[in-house]
């Protein structure tokens, strides 16, 4: 293995329109496409081809492979102006490396086919937002949707905390200001906290992956500017319980009623293959803060939450993942199959023999 080789496949995952690439020993690179993982037409890949892969990724973010090394997170460009989240990680005793690809374009709502409320939502003048779903589900490049119609269409200063910065923004309307946790500054929390000194209207926080940077967050929120961030839950009411039950119980009820009055809207993720199977689609779950679901969070009553963004559908816009999965279904665009393998709900084919 040597930089042409790496580089040679690297664009060949661009050509190709994958999501990821899978670098392990004792065999061949592995691409992602259409959800399914694809076994390349190349030898095993050997120890030393995983180090070096390893080892050149660090070098462009100014680190150096050592044997202490045992995980880590970085970003990685091509001359060509491709660029890759890269997660880098220790098995037996070897480098791997998992490497997804950042479209070279940042889409547009339309071009990513999500719901055009989330530009309604984007513009909310200050409060939380949050973007979840499990890894590899569309959070980032949502959320730098976002963003973009932001930048495209409001003077704002906007302020990025990513880990490691993802897709890369030129200011248009907007002064964009990105910062990588490891490079820029030593952690969420501490970025947060300085941000909050530099004239920001928005912060983007890449996650919010502990109590410290949640409740600075929090505390961006209840200061008065627009916070967007991303949770690995899968919806509203699990990533209300997520934030939650990051603190301890005798500050739970207080902290239910500072999300209560901070939150704006939670947008939440899944990707179904389309129905001829050659495209990804996004399904989403949609909840804005109503005065209905403020009292549900205060008050602790979040099994109420999925019923009132049901019956909010039409004059919010909100809509949950059984919605959306219906919605698809009634448009031919997904398969009744796909539908059911992804709903979590039991009551999913009595709504279905409703709908019809």
Sequence with gaps: MDANMLHQILDIAFQRKVSDLHFEVDNPPFFRGRGQLIRAKMPNLTAADTQFIAATVLEQNGRQ???????????????????????????????????????????????LNLPAVLAEIAQAPNGLILVTGPTGNGK?????????????????????????????????????????????TE?????????????????MVGEMRD??????????????????STLHTQGAVSTINRIIGHFPPDAQEIMRHRLADILVATVSLRLIKDKSGESILPVVEIMRATTTIQACIREGRLDEIEKHIENGASQY???????????????DMISIEDAKRLTHSMDFERKLMFDN
């Design 211 to 228: 109590r410290d940077t949640i409740d600075a967050c929090i505390k961006a929120a209840e200061t008065g500017h627009l916070v967007l």
């Design 317 to 331: 816009q909100m809509q949950s993942l059984d919605q959306h999965l219906l919605q698809l279904y009634r448009q």
């Design 65 to 111: 492979l050592g044997s202490d090394l045992k995980e880590f997170d970085a970003s990685y460009s091509l001359p060509t102006g491709g660029r890759f989240r890269v997660s880098i990680f220790k098995q037996k005793g070897h480098y791997g490396i998992v490497m997804r690809v950042i479209p070279p374009v940042i889409g547009s709502f339309t071009d």
């Design 187 to 203: 952690s969420f929390s501490t970025a947060l906290r300085a941000a909050l000194r530099m004239d920001p209207d928005v912060i």
């Design 140 to 184: 980032s490049t949502s959320l730098a949707s976002m963003l973009r119609h932001l930048n495209e269409n409001f003077s704002y200063n906007i302020i990025t905390i990513e880990d490691p910065i993802e897709f890369l923004f030129t200011s248009q309307k907007s002064c964009i200001i990105q910062r990588e946790i490891g490079i820029d």
